[in-house]
């Protein structure tokens, strides 16, 4: 695979981080302060991590890491709510992740996106269980 498009998924993967950043730092900000928001706000700086991560990667590759983000979508109020987004969100990170890793393939790019990975389905986990805890 060609550095540009390498690039191309690692800028998609960071629009994801980021959206994920401001979704979980806007509701971790909004809910009192609880389990959940504590995991909302450490979630975020985890993400935040992710995308330094990716920056480097992509600025090895000569590339420029994007900054953007989709609309953000905030899901349903509360906690809840927010909870719920943010299991579907790590869903996706977690599907885009292992779509990119099998077309990067193996090297050390693939294993920094596996380390993310991982952690990606740790934070999965975590908001699930977070969930069955939380009352409607």
Not at 2 to 22: C, M
Not at 99 to 120: F, N, Q, T, V
Request: net charge negative.
């Amino acid at each position: 695979m060609k550095n540009r498009d390498i690039i191309r998924l690692l800028n998609q993967d960071i629009v994801g981080e980021i959206e994920a950043i401001l979704i979980y730092m806007r509701d971790s900000f909004v809910t009192e302060q609880c389990p959940s928001s504590r995991k909302l706000e450490e979630t975020a700086k985890d993400e935040m991590r992710h995308v330094e991560w990716l920056a480097e990667l992509i600025v090895d590759l000569g590339g420029i890491p994007s900054m953007e983000h989709r609309v953000l979508n905030f899901g349903r109020s509360g906690v809840n709510g927010y909870l719920k987004r943010a299991i579907e969100l790590e869903k996706e990170a977690i599907g885009m992740y292992r779509e990119h890793i099998g077309l990067i393939g193996d090297g050390e790019i693939a294993e920094k996106l596996r380390h993310i990975l991982e952690e990606e389905e740790g934070h999965l986990k975590e908001f699930q269980k977070l969930l069955k805890g939380e009352k409607s």
